[in-house]
């Protein structure tokens, strides 16, 4: 796992209370697949999953924004225990800044993990904004730290080992797995 080094960097991730995950490029490689009779099927990567409930049961809370509405994105969200699903929402920020009004959270506590340009705003209103090697150049030259992991093969969880590493709570949780 890749370490959050830089101290200002590492202090702003030790103060996250609420993670915020995009699905599309993130939680799945990005890629749309589709059955003969249109429904769209997604790949969900299982490293991820343990990664959210790991966050989840260090206290942090979970949130998915994203700008295309699934029914299997609702059935992930719901399976995870995430607290937050918000579907339909490419004004990212918009829906972010929505989310600090319905909670104590704010962009201070916040960590937004993203890969296109919808997700900028927000990867750059979070106190911990990050993206994955796949995403977009100009996302990537604005981010505040990049995952060695891509979407949908391990980088959400990567971003959740970041933030728990930081916290300095990864080694315990690891512990109940021994």
């Known amino acids: 796992m890749q370490r959050v080094t830089l101290p200002a960097l590492r202090q702003r991730a030790a103060g996250v209370t609420l993670a915020v995950f995009d699905v599309d490029g993130i939680m799945t490689d990005g890629g749309l697949h589709f059955l003969p009779d249109g429904k769209e099927v997604k790949m969900f990567n299982t490293l991820d999953g343990l990664g959210i409930k790991m966050l989840q049961k260090a206290g942090i809370e979970t949130a998915i924004i994203t700008g295309r509405k699934s029914t299997q994105v609702e059935l992930r969200a719901k399976s995870l225990g995430i607290t937050y699903l918000?579907?339909?929402?490419?004004?990212?920020?918009?829906a972010?800044?929505?989310?600090?009004?319905?909670?104590?959270?704010t962009a201070e506590t916040t960590a937004y993990i993203g890969d296109d340009l919808p997700d900028l705003s927000a990867i750059r209103a979070a106190a911990f904004g990050v993206t994955v090697p796949n995403g977009h150049h100009f996302v990537k030259d604005h981010a505040d730290w990049c995952t060695t992991r891509t979407g949908g093969f391990g980088a959400a969880r990567e971003f959740c080992e970041a933030i728990l590493e930081a916290q300095g709570k990864l080694d315990a949780l690891y512990e109940e797995f021994l």
Not at 86 to 94: F, I, T, Y
Request: hydrophobic share 25%; net charge negative; glycine share 6%.
């Open 86 to 94: 918000h579907q339909g929402r490419e004004d990212k920020l918009v």
């Open 96 to 105: 972010l800044e929505s989310l600090w009004q319905e909670t104590s959270h």
